[in-house]
């Protein structure tokens, strides 16, 4: 466990890049772009260490935290320390316990989204609740950001989301925090 | 950032602390209203009409009360609701299902714990069919009620044990009430019905307005005459208060017309399906396990088996993953849960209704 502000910034800098769908009407272009500029890789793409620096695992793109790594507890950090994240950037503890990455490739037996309509991802969105209506998503996912796109771009990232390859990756549940 | 604050302090249960600071830092995170409304309401209470004299805070007489038989438990508040409807005008209940409200229909729902009024919500159906969703908080002396954040508002009334009661922004409102066909909840032939439940967890004496009154009224039209008694049809008296509790409590977004459908519960009582709730749930496989939920509970009713039923589990608990309903309430309906646990025992009596969902007719 390590505290991985710099690891951080510098893996925002080395997303995949050549995302550029500006003008295109194809919605999957448009969701690859969207995903790769709204910071999607990374927390749910296993960040790897690479030989310029950190950066995402695109073999594993967007399949959450890895089920290999064993995160059992939250990170008992000393003040004035509140938040850490594992060197995936995929496990993340704070005051409300340790969260994990969804897995949101198609996998048709681990992936989040399985049961999620297109409505429902829009509203997960929207409203920072599973399928729209349910449990709150937890920290550090942006939904109050990126829920201010537009329905058609919503739209576009499930599109691109529903057809990425599938990566079978049963992410754990989250931990409750300690009382 | 205050709003990753303030979501990084809805999941930590008991303590308070400042920890939430860093977290919002790593986190990234900006604030802001996911969906904003476009219609504002008003800025009091005073200004939505509920009043006929609020120096008094003397309801105006025509206005009509009404009690749902099966409220929604809002962990133990005592609650006050009317209508009013434009003079003229009534709903259309050719749906029984789903009652369609003229434009300019208001509704107004009050909140008190310990005798105080805490909050009081309010709905209003504008000119384009849109429902307006506003909440007001009572000022500490009780005197007046202001508009409360568009986000909600916390620490409106405190449980103790680090809890309280949460005034429900407006995202939240919608969740519940988007997830049917009609936007209204607790005013529904079911609801109204002037045979009550006497079993019904929590239940309010029947005041103002039921359906035969409004049929009078001319208030509502359309509605079929023969159904203008309805009545849950259960083996049980514990039987018909628990699925009229899952109706109130559950139906709202558990129901075959609204966003969750294919989740496949259906908890709310509907004339077209009325057996669409046992037949989803008892011996009825979970489909995806919760967060927190036993292993041992892979059916949503394990009939004859409370503990190892997951919607026994869901009912009776409140870490946030795990909890039904996910939101509006901070505390176990300890009264619902006993009744659920008595039902579920109550066996035999639905091996016909799995095998034949359609052989009960009320």
Redesign the interface.
Known sequence: MKYLLPFIVSAAFCMPGSATAQGTQDPVKRGEYLVTIGLCHDCHTPMIMKQDGPGPDMTRALSGHPQDIVVDGPAGLPKPWAAAAISTLTAWSGPWGVSFSANLTPDPETGVLRDFTEQQFVQTLRTGRHQGQGRQILPPMPWPLIGQMTDDDLKSVFAYLRQIPPVKNKVPDPIPPVQ | MQ??LE?????????R???????A???????????PQTIKPPQTLQQTGLYADFATLRVDPDHLAFAPQYPLWTDGAAKRRWISLPPGTSIDGSDPDAWVFPTGTRLWKEFSFAGERIETRYLERKADGQWLYAAYVWSADRREAALAPERGQRGAFPFGNGRSHTIPGV??C???HQ?SRSEVLGFSALQLSPERDPDAPHAEAASGIDLRVLIEKGLLVGFPQSLAQPRIAAASAAERAALGYLHGNCGH?HNESG??S??GLFLRQTFANRQAAIASTWGHPV??P???QSPDAVLRIAPAHPERSALMQRVASR?????MP??GTELVDQEAVGLLRRWIRETEEHEEIISQPKGRVP
């Not at chain 2, 602390?17 to 977290?23: D, I, P, T, Y």
């Open positions: 709003g990753v979501r990084a302090e809805r999941f930590r249960p008991a303590r602390h400042r920890l939430a600071a860093a977290a830092a790593l986190a990234l995170l900006a604030s802001g209203n996911a969906i995202n939240d919608k969740a519940c997830g977004c966003p969750l294919n989740v489909k995806r919760a967060p927190g870490y946030p993953a795990l909890q996910p939101l």
